[in-house]
C-alpha cells in the first residue's frame, strides 16, 4: 500500500539538506521496523518520494512523504514507531493510506503557505506591497536569472504583529522560494534583506482548492 | 525540546554544511552535565565526516557514556570557512552535544590516526583557548590526552599532551577515570594527578621524561626526570584487550545527519595481522592477532542495524580473508539482512586466498572493481618485504576473477621500499601488462564486456616506527618522482598501455609524513611554526603547503637529512623505544636482516616465530600453543 506521511521539521534540525533528510527517513523506517517495499535491480532501494524539499535553515509544521510499504501493517503503529525512530528532530503528524488513483505528494504540491516571523518591529505596515500593479522579481532559472512578475503568485501576504503570513506558489511549476518573496517586500520597503533577520517556518504544503495534502 | 546552538544561525547559514556543528544525531549521547563526575571530549582532528566515519571514536564514546558518572561528548576540526569566523568573533571550540566550550571540559581526547592531522590538533587547541604547551596549562585546563595508532610515536607531539595513551581503548580508560574522580574529590593539584596516572601501565606523561642529545644529533638518553625516578616507569607497555569476544562493542553508534566518508555500519571482525609484512605499522602494534566470536558478531550485526537502519554493513579488519569463519558470517549476514536490502561489504580481501565464492556472495563487489595489493613489482622485493604472495597467486586470482565477469582490476603498489632497483620499478609495469595479456586469453571475445582495465596506484614508501624497515632512509622527492616517471615510461611502452592507466601520490607530503612519524621532541616546535604559519588541514592536498614545512623546520633548526634522509644506525636510541609494544627489538632486528637476505618469514598461523608479542597472553599466540 501507498501511505502519505506528514512530519515536521523542527529546530534542531532545520540546517539538514534535502538529500540528508531523504537519507533520514531511510534508515528511520528500518529502525522503526516498518516493512517497505523496494524496487527491483541491481540496486534495490525503498519506494518513497518527498513532496517538495525545503531550504536549509528553514523550520516546518508540514512536510510530506509517500512511501510504499508492504500491506497490513497498522497506520498507527508505523507513526508512533517512526516517530520515536526520529528521535525529536521530526515529528510524525499524521500517516494515511493513499487511496488508489490520487496523485502522489510532488505532484499534487500547488500552494506552499509560510509565516515569517521578525526578530524585531522592523515592518510596521506592508505600505501597499500587494497593492502594486505588478511585482516584478529577478528570478534564478535553469537558462540563467529572468524577470518575471511574481503578484499573480503570491495568494496571500498579511502582517500580523512581527509576523508575515503568506501563500505562494509551489510544486514543479512556478515555485516561488519564501526568500523571493521577502527580499522584494524589503526592498519594496527601503530595507536591506538578511536571512538572520527572519525565522521562517513553512506551515503547510497544499493541493487544488488550497487544500492541505494530508486532507486530499 | 530545542536544542541550544553555540553557533547563531547567521554563522550557521553562512558555512558548508553547518549540521557538521548542530549534533543531535541519532544515538548521540545526552546527559544532565550537573549529574556526572567527569566531562570528556573525545576529538578527531578531522572534520566532521571523515570522524564521523571512525570505528574507534564510536567504541570510545559508547565506553565512556557506558558509566553514568561521564559524559563523552565528540568534536571535530572546524573547516577552514568557520576557522575564520571563530577567530575573528573570538567563539570558542565547542563539544557537539552539550554544544559548551571544551575549555570546561575535564578531559580533551585526540586520537591519532595519521600524522599529516598533527597541525589539526594545534587547530583544536588554538580555538578551544587551551595553551599549546601542556607545561603552559593551568589547573583549569582540561587535560589532554592522546591515542592511536601515532601515539605508537609519540615524541613529535609531546609538548602539546599531558598524557598519552598506549594502546587498546577498552583497557585502562576506567582505571584512569576513576583515578581522576578521586583526585578531584580530594583536591589534588593536576601535576599530582599526571604522576599518578603515570604509573597506570600504558599511560605515557612526557613532561615527566627528559631527553639528552648527543654532539651528532642522536638521543644520549631517554630517562624520567631525576625527581620521578622512582615513581615514573622507564618503559610504557603497550595495553591490549586479551579476549575481543567478551569486550564491549559500539551497538548504538551515532548515525550522522551530514553524509559521513564511510557511511555505513562497521562489523570490527578482528584485531592485529597474522601477516608482517615489513613495511606495516599496523601488522606489528596491534599483535597479538585476535578474533571476535561468530556468534558474538552475529548479535552485534543484528543489533547495530536495528539501531541505525544503516543499508550497508562493512566488515572491517587488517586483512579478513584471515578470519576462520568468514564464510558463515556472511552467509549468516546475506540472510539475515535480506528484507531489509542491507549491502555487506568486505574490504581487505588476499589475492592469495581470493576466493570467488566469497566475492559472489557479497553483492556491492559486483557493481566495482577489484583491489589487489601486491605491493612490489618483482618476487624478489615482495619477499624483501614479507608480502608473501607470488606473481602465480595473483594471476590466478586475477583469472578467477575474469572468469566472473570482473574485467575492472586496481592494483596497489609502493615505490621506493629498500633496495629497490630499476627492474623492480618496471617489474609493476610488467605486472599490470601480464594481467592485461591474461585478460584476452581468458576471456572470449564474445563474452567480453568490453576493454580490461587496469589502474596501477603508487605510494611512496615511508618508513614507520615499529616496523623491521624502521631504521630505514627515505628519497628525497625529486627521486621519487624519477622513480614514478620512469615507471609511467615502461607502462606506456607496454603493448597493452591502453587498458593501463597509472596515478601517484605526492612525494613532498610523503616526506613529511616520514618527518613526523620518525621524529622526536624536537619536530614539536617545527609542527608549532608552520600552524603559526596558517597551515591546518595538511592531510588535505588543496591545504598542504610543502614551502611551509621546509620554512618551519630552517627556523626550528630542524634537518630534514637528519631526520627523514638518514639511515639509522642500528644502536641508536630511536625515539619510540620507551614504549614496549611486545613485538622486540630483537624481532624487529631479525626480521630486517631477513629483509636484507630477501627471506620470507612464515605467517602467525603457519609457525610462530617468536616476535614477543605472546607476553599479552591472548589471541592467535596462545591458541597455536593448545
Sequence with gaps: MKIRIKFSKNDSVKFLGHLDIMRFFQRAFVRAGVKMLYSEGFNPHQKMSFAQPLGVGITSTGEYLDADVVDGQDLTEIKENLDKACQGGFDILSVKELPLGVPNAMSAVKYASYSADFNDNILPDLNGFMAQECILTNKKTKSGVKEIDIKPLIYKCELNGNTLHFIVSAGSENNIKPDLLLENLMSFLGLQYSRDMVKITRRDLLGDNFIPLSDL | ?626
Aim: net charge negative; hydrophobic share 35%.
Design chain 2, 1 to 626: 525540546m530545542d536544542r541550544k546552538n553555540a553557533l547563531n544561525d547567521k554563522i550557521l547559514l553562512s558555512v558548508e554544511k553547518p549540521a557538521r556543528y548542530t549534533g543531535g544525531e541519532i544515538n548521540s549521547v545526552m546527559k544532565d552535565k550537573d549529574k556526572v563526575d567527569i566531562r570528556f571530549a573525545m576529538c578527531f582532528p578531522d572534520v566532521y565526516e571523515i570522524g564521523m566515519s571512525h570505528l574507534g571514536l564510536q567504541i570510545i564514546y559508547t565506553l565512556l557514556n557506558n558509566r553514568d558518572d561521564i559524559w563523552c561528548e565528540r568534536v571535530f576540526s572546524v573547516w577552514p570557512d568557520l576557522h575564520n569566523i571563530m577567530k575573528a568573533d573570538n567563539i570558542p571550540l565547542f563539544a557537539l552535544e552539550s554544544q559548551d566550550p571544551i575549555k570546561d571540559f575535564d578531559f580533551l581526547g585526540i586520537t591519532l590516526q595519521y600524522e599529516m592531522a598533527y597541525t589539526n590538533v594545534l587547530q583544536v587547541l588554538d580555538l578551544a583557548g587551551i595553551p599549546f604547551n601542556a607545561s603552559d596549562r593551568t589547573d583549569a585546563d582540561p587535560i589532554v590526552i592522546g591515542g592511536g595508532p601515532c601515539a605508537y610515536n609519540p615524541e613529535p607531539l609531546a609538548d602539546f599532551f599531558d598524557m598519552f595513551y598506549i594502546g587498546e581503548g577498552e583497557t585502562v580508560y576506567y582505571a584512569l577515570m576513576d583515578l581522576y574522580k578521586e583526585h578531584k574529590k580530594s583536591g589534588g593539584s593536576k601535576m599530582d594527578f599526571l604522576i599518578a596516572a603515570s604509573q597506570i601501565p600504558g599511560i605515557y606523561v612526557p613532561m615527566l621524561y627528559e631527553v639528552s642529545y648527543k654532539e651528532d644529533g642522536t638521543i644520549g638518553s631517554f630517562r624520567p626526570k631525576a625527581e620521578y625516578a622512582d615513581t615514573v616507569p622507564e618503559t610504557i607497555i603497550k595495553q591490549v584487550v586479551s579476549d575481543m569476544s567478551f569486550e564491549m562493542y559500539p551497538e548504538n553508534p551515532v548515525v550522522p545527519y551530514v553524509q559521513a566518508t564511510q557511511d555505513r555500519a562497521v562489523l570490527e571482525i578482528q584485531r592485529g595481522c597474522i601477516r608482517g609484512c615489513r613495511f606495516c605499522q599496523a601488522g606489528y602494534i596491534y599483535r597479538p592477532f585476535r578474533t571476535r566470536s561468530l556468534e558474538a558478531l552475529k548479535k552485534y550485526a543484528e543489533k547495530i542495524i536495528a539501531n541505525t537502519g544503516y543499508e550497508e554493513i562493512s566488515l572491517s579488519s587488517l586483512s579478513s580473508s584471515d578470519c576462520p569463519f568468514l564464510g558463515d558470517l556472511l552467509d549468516f549476514l546475506i540472510k539475515e539482512f535480506h528484507e531489509n536490502k542491507v549491502n555487506v561489504s568486505l574490504p581487505s580481501l588476499r589475492i592469495d586466498e581470493f576466493s570467488l565464492d566469497i566475492m559472489s556472495k557479497v553483492q556491492d563487489v559486483k557493481k566495482s572493481s577489484l583491489t589487489f595489493a601486491p605491493e612490489a613489482g618483482t618476487q624478489r622485493m615482495r619477499n624483501v618485504i614479507n608480502k608473501g604472495i607470488t606473481e602465480e597467486d595473483i594471476m590466478d586470482g586475477s583469472e578467477k576473477a575474469f572468469l566472473g565477469g570482473w574485467n575492472k582490476v586496481k592494483l596497489y603498489f609502493m615505490l621506493g621500499l629498500p633496495g629497490e632497483t630499476e627492474e623492480d620499478i618496471k617489474g609493476i609495469a610488467d605486472v599490470a601488462e601480464n594481467i592485461a595479456e591474461l585478460y584476452y586469453d581468458t576471456v572470449p571475445k564474445e563474452q567480453r564486456m568490453g576493454k580490461v582495465a587496469i589502474t596501477i596506484s603508487t605510494s611512496f614508501f615511508i618508513p614507520k616506527p615499529f616496523t623491521p624497515f624502521q631504521w630505514e632512509p627515505m628519497y628525497k622527492p625529486e627521486v621519487y618522482l624519477e622513480k614514478a616517471a620512469l615507471l609511467n615510461e615502461t607502462v606506456k611502452s607496454k603493448l597493452n598501455k591502453k587498458s593501463i592507466k597509472y596515478n601517484w601520490h605526492d612525494a613532498k607530503t610523503s616526506v613529511i609524513e616520514g618527518l613526523l612519524a620518525k621524529g622526536d621532541r624536537r619536530i614539536c616546535e617545527v609542527i608549532s611554526k608552520v600552524y603559526e604559519k596558517g597551515g591546518f588541514y595538511d592531510a588535505w592536498t588543496e591545504h598542504f603547503d610543502y614551502d611551509r614545512w621546509l620554512e618551519a623546520c630552517d627556523e626550528a633548526g630542524v634537518d630534514m637529512d637528519f631526520f627523514v634522509y638518514r639511515r639509522r644506525s642500528l644502536d641508536e636510541i630511536l625515539p619510540w623505544d620507551f614504549i614496549n609494544i611486545g613485538v622486540t627489538k630483537k624481532f624487529m632486528l631479525k626480521e630486517y636482516d631477513n629483509s636484507l637476505k630477501e627471506i620470507v618469514t612464515p605467517n602467525c598461523a603457519e609457525k610462530c616465530s617468536g616476535c614477543g608479542a605472546g607476553c599479552f597472553g591472548g589471541g592467535i599466540c596462545i591458541e597455536n600453543k593448545n
